[in-house]
């Protein structure tokens, strides 16, 4: 049953206990704006709500301060839509060929208008500098979308070309290793590569002057490894540049360190 103030609906939880759930209607779109403790907070999100769509002292992201009884998500949730016409369920504001994913007041992050389908239906979490969600049961590091593995490191792996490292657009995100176990030693006067293994502590493997066959050289060791009766499960790389056929001749031809080999030899596995 609809209360005396307005925008605010009485309801019982499934606990016995009594909740007041705020809404309202714009532009055709009906928009749930929460469930408060009280009916006086409940329609004080709904004056906000209200106020948040006029066109007289229009109040923008930044105006949000703490005192506020709409929680922040919902605040730009609303501001989009009125600015831009399309409601967004998470904290998305549409900016020209890219978007706002707002984390925070401060925490702003930047992504490519392509990514808008994806990110509009999953929620961004963190730990940290850490930024994941939640796909098909799992959490999914969005790093990944850009081809970078999960335990990449940042400055050394890859790169935010303009030093933003909440800015997420494909043009500010600069791979240089793509591969388990690679690491390019040198860029001039050209690129050389250098594959190293753990065994029982870091190995190199050798150097290479092409980052793809430096990362078959690592699958090479790898493989090598355990026919020796290595039986750690070392992650392999992923070549999807490749035919079958590139990829064995690659593989044949990919030749040791003697340093490698003579580690190899001298190990009691």
Avoid: C
Wanted: hydrophobic share 35%.
């Amino acid at each position: 049953m609809e209360n005396s103030l307005r925008g605010v609906y009485k309801r019982v939880d499934s606990k016995g206990n009594e909740r007041f759930v705020a809404s309202f209607t714009y532009k055709n779109k009906h928009i749930s704006l929460g469930s408060f403790d009280s009916e006086k907070g409940a329609n004080s999100a709904y004056n906000e709500a209200i106020a948040l769509t006029s066109t007289k002292n229009r109040k923008t992201i930044e105006d949000y301060d703490e005192s506020a009884t709409l929680d922040f998500e919902k605040w730009v949730t609303i501001i989009n839509f009125r600015d831009n016409g399309l409601y967004v369920k998470n904290p998305i504001y549409l900016r020209k060929r890219y978007f706002e994913y707002y984390l925070s007041t401060s925490d702003i992050m930047k992504f490519s208008a392509d990514e808008l389908f994806y990110y509009s239906n999953h929620k961004i979490l963190r730990r940290g500098r850490h930024f994941f969600v939640a796909d098909y049961g799992m959490q999914v590091n969005i790093l990944s979308r850009y081809g970078i593995r999960n335990f990449a490191v940042a400055g050394r792996d890859y790169v935010f070309v303009n030093g933003d490292d909440l800015d997420f657009r494909y043009e500010n995100i600069k791979i240089i290793n793509r591969y388990t176990g690679v690491r390019m030693e040198k860029q001039y006067p050209k690129p050389v590569y250098v594959v190293k293994i753990n065994i029982r502590g870091a190995v190199i493997v050798g150097r290479y002057d092409d980052e793809v066959k430096a990362a078959i050289a690592y699958n090479k060791a790898v493989d090598h490894l355990a026919d020796k009766g290595f039986t750690k499960n070392y992650e392999q790389n992923y070549i999807d540049d490749l035919n079958t056929a590139q990829y064995e001749s690659i593989y044949d031809k990919t030749e040791f360190s003697k340093n490698f080999m003579k580690h190899i030899s001298s190990l009691s596995l």
